[in-house]
Nanobody, 135 residues
Framework: QVQAVETGGGLVEAGGSLRLSCTASGLGSAFEDYAIGWFRQAPGKEREGVSCSWGRSSSIYADSVRDRFTISRDNAKNTVYMQMNKLKPEDTAMYYC???????????????????????????WGQGTHVTVST
């Protein structure tokens, strides 16, 4: 059974940076065969897709974080990192990562997952890590 674990949340001032990590285990195939999505949910708001990565190092982002957040993958460690820069108070949320094996196109899968957010097909979710950005 695939499991995902997030680490790296915390409290930061606006304009600051944090790096979240998502490590997957229990994989039935190479990590490169799995899409890793990052989602967030702020109190009283719907879940929002933030980013999605696949393959060796491909990734896409929601408009709200593009040019501020950067994904990197360490496939040898089954880990995806999300570097969050220029954080804003509106980035405050619980951040979740999720893993799923994609059969054909990782790019197509990730595009669908972000575009149809808050609905998602990701099957394996972490417990979340909280990010608070103060003014």
């Amino acid at each position: 059974q695939v499991q995902a674990v997030e680490t790296g949340g915390g409290l930061v001032e606006a304009g600051g940076s944090l790096r979240l990590s998502c490590t997957a285990s229990g994989l039935g195939s190479a990590f490169e065969d799995y899409a890793i999505g990052w989602f967030r949910q702020a109190p009283g708001k719907e879940r929002e897709g933030v980013s999605c990565s696949w393959g060796r190092s491909s990734s896409i982002y929601a408009d709200s974080v593009r040019d501020r957040f950067t994904i990197s993958r360490d496939n040898a460690k089954n880990t995806v990192y999300m570097q969050m820069n220029k954080l804003k108070p509106e980035d405050t949320a619980m951040y979740y990562c999720a893993a799923d094996f994609y059969l054909a196109s990782g790019g197509g899968y990730c595009s669908t997952q972000l575009s149809q957010s808050p609905q998602t097909d990701f099957g394996s979710w972490g417990q979340g890590t909280h990010v608070t950005v103060s003014t």
